[in-house]
C-alpha cells in the first residue's frame, strides 16, 4: 500500500510539472535544425548515466531507475522507491561563413520514479520528453541585380513529451523482459515568411501546426551471467515500436497586400501525417565488483521507412505529399565507463562515482538533397553521494557535456551542456523490528 501512495502522489507531480514544461519549452533548444521533422530527438538517459554518454541497454542498477530498457526494473532493490528528476542548461555557438553567434538555453530532462512490486518484478512510471523545437532566425537576400531585397523569418516551437509505466519481470535467473507503455503528447508550431521591401510586393506567410496524442510502446531483454566472482556481463536488447502517432497537419498560407493589407488564406491539410520509426538497441555492460562498470551501446532508428509532409503545387492547387526521401537511418554509438572505490564504504571520498563517455551519431535528415549534421558528444561527470543524519543513498549527478554537429556547407555547432540530476534512495518500505 505504501508503494501505492507514493506512486500516485509521484504521478500527480509529475502531471503538474508536465503541464508546465508543455506552456514553456520554447526555451529548450535555440537550434535551426530543430525545424526539421519532428525536431531535435532526445535521449532517455538520467543523471547516472548522462556522465556516461547515455549508456544503458545492458545497465541493471539496484538503486537507480533506467529506462533505456525496462528490463533492468527487475534489478531494483525491494527496500527502497526511487525518485530520480534531472534538467539541464546549455550554450550553444552557432559558425557559418566566419559568422560566430552565441546562444542559451535550458530544459527539463526527465522525471521517473520506481519500485519493487513483487519478488523479481519492477515497475517505474514517469515523464520523459521526445523531441524539441525551437528556434527564430531570418536571411536577407537581393532579387537578382535589383536593389529589392527579400528576408525569409523562420520560427518554430514545440515538442513531443511522453508519460508512460513500464515493468520488468526477470522470469529465469540472469534472463529478463519489460515493457514501457504510456502515452505520448505534444504541439508542432513552425512560421515561415516572407517580406520584400518592395511595398508593392505582397507579404507570404505560411503557418504550420501539428498536434500529437497518440500511445508509445518499447520493449527490452537483458541477459546477465557470472564472468568470474568479481565480474558479470549483461547484454541488453531494446526495440521501439514504430507506428503512425495519429497526428494532422495543418498549414495556413497568407499572403497579405502591403498596400491595402487584405489577406487571402488558403488552408490545407494531411490526416495521419507523422510516423515513429522502429527503433532498435543493443547493448553490452561489464560489471568488476560493483567498482567499475564499462558499457557500449548501439542504437538503429529506421527514419528511411517514414515519409514527412511537404508542401507541393499540383496543377492551381497546393497539397500536401509524403517525401519518402527526407530522412534516413540513424545509427548511433556510445562508449561509457563509470568508477567507484566502494559505493557502501565508510570514507565520502570512496563513494563518488567518476564517469565519462563518448558517442558518435550519423544524421537522419536529408537536407537540400545532402546529408544533414553529424554528432559527436563527449562527456565527464561525478555522482556526488548525499550524506546526512537522515538520507545517506541518495545522488546528486552532475555531468558537463560538449556536443559536436556539422555537415558539410551549413551551420555548425557547438554546445557545452551541464546536467544536473537528482535522485532520491531511501528505505520507505523496511520493516522496523523492536525487541
Not at 501512495?5 to 507531480?13: D, G, Y
Not at 548511433?332 to 572505490?341: E, Q, R, S, T, W
Amino acid at each position: 500500500m505504501k508503494k501505492l501512495i507514493c506512486a500516485a502522489l509521484f504521478a500527480v507531480t509529475a502531471a503538474s510539472l508536465s503541464a508546465q514544461v508543455t506552456n514553456n519549452n520554447q526555451y529548450t533548444t535555440v537550434s535551426p535544425y530543430s525545424q526539421f521533422g519532428l525536431g531535435l530527438i532526445r535521449d532517455r538517459s538520467q543523471g547516472f548515466n548522462k556522465g556516461m554518454n547515455g549508456v544503458g541497454i545492458g545497465g541493471r542498477e539496484h538503486n537507480m531507475v533506467n529506462t533505456l530498457n525496462p528490463a533492468s526494473y527487475s534489478s531494483m532493490d525491494s527496500l527502497t522507491f526511487v525518485f530520480d528528476a534531472g534538467a539541464s542548461g546549455q550554450m550553444t555557438r552557432f559558425q557559418e561563413n566566419g559568422k560566430k553567434i552565441n546562444a542559451n538555453s535550458a530544459a527539463f530532462d526527465y522525471m521517473v520514479a520506481g519500485f519493487r512490486a513483487f519478488k523479481h518484478v519492477g515497475v517505474s512510471l514517469g515523464i520523459l520528453p521526445y523531441s524539441n523545437i525551437g528556434y527564430n532566425y531570418s536571411s536577407k537576400e537581393n532579387v537578382g541585380s535589383t536593389d529589392v531585397t527579400y528576408t525569409n523569418t523562420y520560427y518554430g516551437t514545440g515538442g513531443i513529451h511522453q508519460a508512460f509505466l513500464g515493468v520488468g519481470w526477470e522470469p529465469i535467473k540472469g534472463l529478463s523482459i519489460g515493457v514501457n507503455g504510456g502515452y505520448m503528447w505534444g504541439k508542432l508550431d513552425k512560421t515561415v515568411s516572407n517580406i520584400y521591401s518592395d511595398a508593392a510586393a505582397n507579404v507570404l506567410a505560411k503557418y504550420y501546426k501539428t498536434s500529437i496524442s497518440n500511445y508509445m510502446l518499447d520493449f527490452g531483454l537483458q541477459f546477465s551471467t557470472k564472468l568470474s566472482k568479481k565480474d558479470q556481463l549483461t547484454l541488453g536488447l531494446t526495440y521501439g515500436f514504430g507506428h503512425s502517432i495519429k497526428a494532422d497537419m495543418e498549414s495556413q498560407i497568407v499572403s497579405t497586400n502591403s498596400q491595402t493589407g487584405v489577406s487571402d488564406t488558403a488552408t490545407v491539410t494531411m490526416n495521419d501525417a507523422f510516423k515513429l520509426p522502429h527503433t532498435f538497441g543493443a547493448g553490452l555492460m561489464w560489471n568488476h565488483r560493483n567498482s567499475w562498470r564499462v558499457g557500449f551501446d548501439f542504437t538503429l532508428q529506421k527514419w528511411a521507412d517514414v515519409g514527412y509532409p511537404e508542401l507541393v503545387t499540383a496543377g492551381n492547387q497546393t497539397v500536401f505529399a509524403l517525401n519518402n526521401n527526407y530522412y534516413q537511418d540513424r545509427k548511433k554509438f556510445n562508449l561509457g565507463i563509470d568508477y567507484c572505490v566502494d559505493e557502501n564504504s565508510n570514507k565520502y571520498l570512496n563513494r563518488v562515482h567518476y564517469r565519462m563517455g563518448v558517442s558518435y551519431a550519423t544524421p537522419y535528415l536529408n537536407i537540400n538533397g545532402k546529408d544533414g549534421p553529424k554528432e559527436i558528444s563527449v562527456t565527464a561527470g561525478l555522482g556526488i553521494p548525499i550524506i546526512n543524519g537522515w538520507n545517506n543513498r541518495s545522488v546528486l549527478n552532475i555531468s558537463a557535456q560538449w556536443v559536436h554537429n556539422a555537415a558539410d556547407g551549413m551551420l555548425t555547432e557547438n554546445v557545452f551542456r551541464i546536467n544536473l540530476g537528482l535522485t532520491f534512495n531511501e528505505r520507505w518500505f523496511m520493516k522496523w523490528k523492536v525487541n
